[in-house]
């Protein structure tokens, strides 16, 4: 590195993450994701990717879950130890599994909620409330509509949305296809692949569907029982016969259209 290189936004060295005393479910994961990057963390059921993503945003606690060692550095500063609302201050947000929304708020009101973390102003809210309209167009439709009362594909947008209320510079999304009809999930990493090169937004994507993330992630990192199996350019991975094998389903599902990426998830490939 040279003397005025800056450090990675995300520097992920060796962490070992375990539930109680006996799961070990990451041992000696790294990774590293740079400022305006998209990075995919690829791997089937089990494979220790919300557990990665959880260490990364101090979210293991609430399930008797620990990091026992390695390093999480962000801006090259050490973060294992700070609370998961001192990382969102810090631009370090995570959308968590199952789009989780407030069923019983409006999409306004949900969105809201994540703006309240920073303490803003009236006039600010309501800037980055029509910011997110601006990149959600639908949210802007559904605004008065209780969340409960969205479709999938929206209450994803309401869960991206709310974190980006918290004007991060990291979102740590989990598995945001999942469930979700292919337009819909283009249609939501397309704002993603948006907001990074316009916001420099950048974000670490935990995703079984493989051939997705990897069309719009720059690097992926293959985890296999807790372990990265494999890692490289988007393109370098996309080239691997290991890696299309048993994780992009090319050969393995003979009716997959070649540029049908959204249709092939790993859990398909590897049944
Ligand atoms: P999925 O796509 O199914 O969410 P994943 O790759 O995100 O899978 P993790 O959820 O991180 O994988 O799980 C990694 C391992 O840790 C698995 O063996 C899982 O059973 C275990 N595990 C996950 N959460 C807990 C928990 N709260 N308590 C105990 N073990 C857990």
Redesign the pocket.
């Known amino acids: 590195m040279s003397e005025t290189a800056q450090p990675p936004l995300l520097e992920v060295d060796d962490i070992h993450a375990h539930?109680?005393q006996a799961?070990e479910?990451v041992r000696g994961v790294s990774l590293t994701v740079p400022q305006a990057g998209i990075v995919a963390l690829l791997?089937a059921?089990?494979?220790?990717?919300?557990?990665?993503l959880k260490a990364i945003s101090n979210l293991l606690g609430p399930?008797?879950?620990t990091v026992g060692r390695g390093r999480i550095l962000l801006r090259g500063e050490p973060a294992n130890r700070l609370s998961a609302s001192d990382l969102v201050k810090r631009g370090v947000v995570q959308v968590l599994?199952g789009r989780r929304c407030f069923a019983q708020l409006t999409v306004e009101e949900n969105l809201v909620s994540g703006g309240f973390l920073r303490g803003p102003s009236r006039q600010q809210l309501k800037a980055d409330l029509d910011q997110i309209y601006a990149w959600f167009p639908r949210l802007r439709d559904k605004r008065a509509t209780r969340a409960g009362l969205t479709s999938g594909g929206e209450q994803q947008m309401i869960a991206i949305g709310r974190a980006l209320m918290t004007r991060p510079a990291l979102v740590l999304l989990d598995?945001p296809s999942m469930g979700l009809a292919p337009i819909i999930v283009q249609e939501i990493f397309e704002i993603i692949d948006t907001l990074r090169r316009i916001q420099q937004v950048s974000f670490l994507i935990?995703e079984?569907n493989a051939n997705l993330a990897l069309h719009y992630a720059d690097h992926g990192y293959i985890?296999e029982n807790?372990i990265v199996a494999a890692s490289g350019s988007s393109a370098e991975l996309r080239l691997r016969d290991d890696v299309t094998d048993f994780y992009l389903g090319a050969r393995r599902d003979p009716h997959a259209e070649p540029h049908d990426a959204l249709a092939v998830s790993l859990n398909a490939s590897v049944a």
């Open positions: 539930y109680g799961i479910a791997g059921n089990g494979a220790g990717k919300t557990t990665t399930e008797r879950g599994e598995e935990a079984q985890l807790g």
